[in-house]
Antibody, heavy 117, light 108 residues
Framework: EVQLEESGGGLVQPGESLRLSCVGT????????MTWVRQAPGRGLEWVAN????????FYADSVRGRFTISRDNARNTLYLQLDYVRGDDTAIFFC??????????WGQGTLVTVSS | DIQMTQSPSTLSASVGDRVTITCRAS??????LAWYQHKPGKAPKLLVY???TLETGVPSRFSGSGSGTEFTLTITCLQPDDFATYYC??????????FGQGTSVEVK
């Protein structure tokens, strides 16, 4: 079955770090751009970051640039998002998604990150 | 940065209604525009990409149209399963994606 599964969410204190993972199964992971999207409580979808198939290009939303790092390990079919210096407004469900030409036909179920002291 | 303005934010409708959601971009998207349906606790679902191409398996009551900076998603004959939140997304460049603010389609 073609799917994405996120993990790594949880409760984290402001200023601390967390690493999210997303494992892709049932498809050739290294063939696709990959994307992180988040949804804060009561808010809409917000694009977070993109990474090219070989990891050579990475792009970030202004709200996370300099604090979050997207990466991938194609040998492990895994996408990562390193969250550093987290803030209260980073509390959200984080989704990973597989890209096509920029549209996102495949999504994971999401992992919840809660930033609180 | 490309801004996306989606309207309305909330829409009250009944089963069988025709529903139209609009998305306006701050610059020409060259047809790189998609629509998603999202329900609480679920993964977002791609409905339409490249303005008007229906994703495989999506019912034909969903359709997309538009060009340049103005786009619409239309649902003809609204079904009970269609009550959800809908988002447009621009993907004119890999360096920046933007979602609209969302439209919640609620039971009238």
């Amino acid at each position: 079955e073609v799917q994405l599964e996120e993990s790594g969410g949880g409760l984290v204190q402001p200023g601390e770090s967390l690493r999210l993972s997303c494992v892709g199964t049932g498809f050739s992971f290294s063939d696709y751009w990959m994307t992180w999207v988040r949804q804060a409580p009561g808010r809409g979808l917000e694009w977070v970051a993109n990474i090219k198939q070989d990891g050579s290009e990475k792009f970030y939303a202004d709200s996370v640039r300099g604090r979050f790092t997207i990466s991938r390990d194609n040998a492990r079919n895994t996408l990562y998002l390193q969250l550093d210096y987290v803030r209260g407004d980073d509390t959200a469900i984080f989704f990973c998604a597989r890209g096509r030409l920029g549209d996102l036909p495949l999504w994971g179920q999401g992992t919840l990150v809660t930033v609180s002291s | 940065d490309i801004q996306m303005t989606q309207s309305p934010s909330t829409l009250s409708a009944s089963v069988g209604d025709r529903v139209t959601i609009t998305c306006r971009a701050s610059q020409n998207l060259n047809n790189w525009l998609a629509w998603y349906q999202h329900k609480p606790g679920k993964a977002p679902k791609l409905l339409v990409y490249k303005v008007s191409t229906l994703e495989t398996g999506v019912p034909s009551r969903f359709s997309g149209s538009g060009s340049g900076t103005e786009f619409t998603l239309t649902i003809t004959c609204l079904q009970p399963d269609d009550f959800a939140t809908y988002y447009c997304q621009q993907y004119n460049s890999y360096s920046e994606y933007t979602f609209g603010q969302g439209t919640s389609v609620e039971v009238k």
